[in-house]
C-alpha cells in the first residue's frame, strides 16, 4: 500500500514537473517571439509562437499567426485566418474584425489610388466661367435686337446681323460650359469613388 501511494506521488509529481517544464519552455518561446517581433523577423516570430502553442490558446495562437503571416506577405492565408477568428465571438474575434478592417481599407486604396481634387474644381469653375461669358454674349446680343425690331432695317442689315453672330456665339459657349458640366460631373463621381471605403464584410448575417 505504501509502496502504491509513493508511486502516485511520484507519477502525480513528474506529470506536473512536466507541465511546469512545458510552460516554462512555452513563456520562453513566447518572449522570443516577442522579440522576434521587435526585430521585425517574422518568419522567426512565427515559429517562436508555433513553439509557445502550451501557454496560448488556440484562438491566440492562430491570431498571432495570422498577424505574422500578414507581415510575410501570404496575405490570402493571413486573411483566411482572420475570417476563421472573426466568425467567433470574444475579444480576439473582435480584434480579427478590426484588422480584416484595414486590410480591407488598404486592398481598395490599393485598387482605388486617391485622385486630386484640383481636376474638378478647374473644370467646374471653368464651366462656371464659359457659361457667365455665353451669358454676357447672348444678353447683349438679343436685347439690342429686340431694339432693331422696331426700325426699318433694310436687308442685309450689318448690325443686325453682328448681334445675332454674337448672341450665337453665346448659345455656342452655352454648348461648351454644358459639355463642361457633364465632364466636371464623371471629375466628381471619380473623386468620390477613390476616396471611398470598401463595403463592409458580413459575418453570419451581421454585418461588422
Known amino acids: 500500500m505504501r509502496a502504491a501511494v509513493l508511486l502516485l506521488l511520484g507519477l502525480l509529481g513528474a506529470r506536473a514537473y512536466g507541465?511546469?517544464?512545458?510552460?516554462?519552455?512555452g513563456e520562453y518561446h513566447l518572449r522570443r517571439a516577442q522579440q522576434a517581433i521587435d526585430l521585425n523577423a517574422w518568419q522567426t516570430a512565427m515559429q517562436e509562437f508555433s513553439a509557445a502553442a502550451p501557454v496560448?490558446?488556440?484562438?491566440?495562437?492562430?491570431?498571432?499567426?495570422?498577424?505574422?503571416?500578414?507581415?510575410l506577405g501570404r496575405t490570402?492565408?493571413?486573411?483566411?485566418?482572420?475570417?476563421?477568428?472573426?466568425?467567433?465571438?470574444?475579444?480576439?474575434?473582435?480584434?480579427?474584425r478590426a484588422r480584416l478592417a484595414e486590410i480591407d481599407e488598404l486592398v481598395y486604396a490599393h485598387q482605388h489610388p486617391a485622385r486630386s481634387l484640383g481636376p474638378p474644381l478647374v473644370v467646374a469653375v471653368g464651366a462656371v466661367l464659359v457659361a457667365g461669358v455665353g451669358a454676357v454674349l447672348v444678353g447683349s446680343?438679343?436685347?439690342?435686337i429686340?431694339?432693331?425690331?422696331?426700325?426699318?432695317?433694310?436687308?442685309?442689315?450689318?448690325?443686325?446681323?453682328s448681334l445675332e453672330l454674337r448672341a450665337d456665339a453665346?448659345?455656342?459657349?452655352f454648348g461648351v460650359a454644358g459639355t463642361a458640366a457633364i465632364v466636371d460631373?464623371?471629375?466628381?463621381?471619380?473623386?468620390?469613388?477613390?476616396h471611398g471605403a470598401p463595403p463592409p464584410r458580413q459575418y453570419d448575417g451581421v454585418h461588422f
Open 19 to 25: 507541465q511546469a517544464t512545458a510552460e516554462g519552455l
Open 56 to 71: 496560448m490558446t488556440p484562438q491566440e495562437l492562430e491570431y498571432e499567426l495570422a498577424r505574422c503571416l500578414l507581415h
Open 76 to 96: 490570402d492565408e493571413s486573411i483566411a485566418h482572420y475570417e476563421h477568428l472573426a466568425a467567433q465571438t470574444g475579444t480576439i474575434a473582435d480584434a480579427s
Open 141 to 144: 446680343g438679343l436685347a439690342p
Open 146 to 161: 429686340g431694339a432693331l425690331n422696331s426700325i426699318d432695317c433694310p436687308a442685309p442689315c450689318g448690325t443686325r446681323h
Open 170 to 173: 453665346g448659345y455656342a459657349l
Open 185 to 194: 460631373a464623371v471629375l466628381w463621381v471619380r473623386w468620390k469613388h477613390s
